[in-house]
């Protein structure tokens, strides 16, 4: 069945370092991608989405490019901050599914002065 | 413009008793998803709804547990006669139309069943 493997946390970073959580999926048709961020305590953010091949997703110095021939949507951010500190889900929807998003497990961020 | 609102935030509940979870979603939406995120899981997509219908509820369970979207009001999620393996958190989304790719969550309700 259709899924979104996430590397797993916790992943600990200082301030300014290079971040990247891979993101590959399996799915039957397709889908569209998406990064949600979830800050303690917060419901989920919409952090970036991809809708077809090659597209990259960005916002707020994050990015991911949609890569169909590796089924892979890595989320990259060159420099992190403290307040980047929090839980990131990769997410995938069928476009032939309707509605429901189909989540990884998550990866938590720790960033550190 | 509010975002999502989920309450109560945090519920506990005794195995036996009924939850009831509520979703008010951002104005001007009139599509409501519930997802459920067990411990150390993703979140899993239960029901989708619109005013007054349910449109897939593929990822409920097949018993105890119900949704509605009514006229007016919130949604809600209703558990029936609650056991341990219901501790989760469950999140509420919304968006303007069907199939629309962009889904707004709420805070999420944490349920504990002793």
């Known amino acids: 069945g259709d899924s979104v493997t996430q590397m797993e946390g916790p992943v600990t970073l200082s301030e300014e370092a290079f971040l990247t959580i891979n993101c590959t999926y399996t799915?039957?048709?397709?889908?569209?991608l998406f990064w949600y961020v979830q800050y303690p305590g917060e419901g989920l953010q919409l952090l970036l989405k991809?809708?077809?091949?090659?597209d990259k997703g960005s916002n707020k110095g994050f990015e991911a490019t949609y890569r169909k021939e590796t089924t892979s949507f890595h989320l990259e951010k060159g420099s992190v901050q403290v307040s980047d500190s929090a839980v990131y889900f990769c997410?995938?929807?069928?476009?032939?599914?309707?509605?429901?998003?189909?989540f990884g497990k998550g990866t938590s961020l720790l960033v550190t002065p | 413009n509010a975002g999502v609102m989920q309450n109560p935030r945090h519920l506990v509940r005794r195995r036996g008793q009924e939850a009831r979870l509520r979703c008010s979603p951002m104005?001007?939406?009139?599509?409501v998803y519930w997802y459920r995120q067990l411990p150390e899981e993703g979140l899993k997509f239960m029901v989708y709804?619109?005013?007054?219908?349910?449109?897939?509820e593929s990822g409920m369970p097949k018993e105890r547990f119900s949704a509605e979207f009514p006229k007016e009001g919130p949604s809600i999620l209703r558990i029936q006669q609650v056991v341990r393996g219901d501790s989760a958190a469950y999140f509420c989304?919304?968006?303007?139309?069907?199939?629309?790719?962009?889904?707004?969550f709420g805070p999420g309700t944490r349920l504990l069943v002793l």
């Open positions: 991809a809708t077809k091949a090659d």
């Open positions: 997410a995938l929807r069928l476009s032939n599914s309707g509605y429901a998003l189909n």
């Open positions: 989304a919304s968006s303007t139309t069907r199939g629309e790719e962009t889904q707004y």
């Open positions: 799915a039957t048709g397709y889908p569209s």
């Open positions: 104005k001007g939406h009139s599509h």
């Open positions: 709804l619109q005013k007054e219908n349910i449109i897939d």
